[in-house]
């Protein structure tokens, strides 16, 4: 599964679609609507690849999957969380570091920046399992709670 982002301002996914391409691979690649470079992503899209728009429930689509391909924003934790390995690919430079924590807990795979990616980036991991086990074990579900917590701490 592919899904950098509702917008995916760079283009990025056009550049992944290509480079999963050009190993054999095949993907379900997700936009949103805000998409703009919808043209592009076409023109790299075979039979191996499904496009799909504006899915209702991008978790849901999650659990369809073996590997998710995504930026290293919401998507990243929420792919963690609900146990799917993923390569991460940082649109904007504050997901850098986001992707390397990440990475660094085991859940996930850093796939570089998108301004210098290359299909090197795109080997399956072999350690799928404990990536997936590495992040239902270390990404808490409590968020909101917390934020809450915090604020009435405030007052």
């Known amino acids: ?12 996914t056009t550049k992944v679609v290509a480079l999963l391409r050009k190993r054999g691979l ?21 039979s191996e690849f499904e496009l799909k ?10 659990s369809y999957h073996d590997l998710g391909i995504v930026g290293g924003g919401i998507t990243a934790f929420e792919a963690a969380a609900s146990g799917l390995p993923t390569i991460l690919i940082a649109n904007e430079e504050f997901e850098v570091p986001v992707a390397r924590h990440l990475a660094g807990l085991g859940a996930a795979r850093y796939g570089g920046h998108h301004s210098d990616l290359d299909e090197t980036a795109f080997a399956f991991p072999d350690d799928v399992t404990e990536m997936s086990e590495a992040g239902l074990n270390q990404i808490r579900l409590d968020g909101v709670e917390k934020v809450c917590q915090l604020l009435q701490e405030l007052s």
């Not at 095949?26 to 043209?39: E, L």
């Not at 728009?53 to 999650?62: K, R």
């Open 1 to 12: 599964m592919v899904s950098l982002g509702g917008s995916d301002t760079y283009g990025a």
């Open 26 to 46: 095949s993907a379900t690649v997700i936009i949103g609507p805000g998409f703009q470079h919808r043209s592009a992503l076409e023109a790299e899209l075979t």
């Open 53 to 62: 728009t504006a899915v209702p429930s991008l978790v849901e689509e999650m």
